[in-house]
C-alpha cells in the first residue's frame, strides 16, 4: 500500500474506445481488441480495423502471457507518484496470441538488472485506487 504522504500514480481515464479493456483490467484479466473478420488482435484500440476497415471489433481475453520485445529503465520520475519506485522498467511486451502485437507496460518485480530481451513474462494486475486498475507484467513463473 502506498504511504499516505506519498503522491498518487496518474489514474487511467477510459472512454468509449477504451473502456471494455479497464473494465476487464478491473476483473484482472487482459483483453485486447479482435477483429474476426480478419482473425487479428488490434492494439492500441482503434475505431475500425487498419486491414480490412470494419467498425465491428470487440475485446477478447488474452492469455496474459508474452515476451519481453524491448525495454528502457526509468530512472527519473516522469511525475510525483513514481518516485518511490525508482528505478522502474518501461517494457514493450508482444503477446503470445500473435506476432506483432504489442503492450506497452510496467515490468514489475524483478530487479532491472535482471531484465533481458525475450524473458518470459506474464500479466500482473495493480489497483491505484478503488476501481482503477492497470494491468503491468512480471517474469513469468514455471
Partial sequence: MTPPDTPPKPLPLADDMTAAYWQAARNNRLAVQYCTPCSRYLHLPVESCP??????????????????????????????GFADRLPYV???????????????????????????????????????????????????KA
Fill in 51 to 80: 486491414t480490412c476497415g470494419t467498425a465491428e471489433l470487440t475485446f477478447e481475453a488474452v492469455s496474459g502471457r508474452g515476451t519481453l520485445y524491448s525495454y528502457t529503465v526509468m530512472h527519473d520520475a516522469p511525475a510525483p
Fill in 90 to 140: 518501461v517494457a514493450v511486451v508482444e503477446l503470445d496470441e500473435q506476432s506483432g502485437l504489442l503492450v506497452t507496460t510496467n515490468l514489475v518485480d524483478t530487479d532491472p538488472v535482471d531484465v533481458h530481451i525475450g524473458m518470459s513474462l506474464e500479466a500482473t494486475f495493480e489497483e491505484l485506487a478503488p476501481g482503477d486498475v492497470v494491468p503491468q507484467f512480471r517474469p513469468r
